[in-house]
């Protein structure tokens, strides 16, 4: 898991949140919790966790 001083590059973001997605997701967290864990919203939590390679291709092209 990453640490919270991890920087995160701009291209790698949707993989590394769709990765802690679905680790906190096997914890058995809320989507709220995720949402807030992650500082994004819930439905971008569902499509992080939606179809995993999937979900990171949408978000990257949302991102560039």
Known sequence: MLDSTDYIEPGDRPAAW?????????????????????????????????AGGAAQQEATAHIQ
């Open 18 to 50: 769709a990765a802690l997605a679905r680790e906190y997701a096997a914890r058995n967290w809320t989507r709220d919790d995720i949402a807030y864990a992650l500082c994004v919203d819930e439905p971008t939590v569902e499509r992080l966790l939606a």
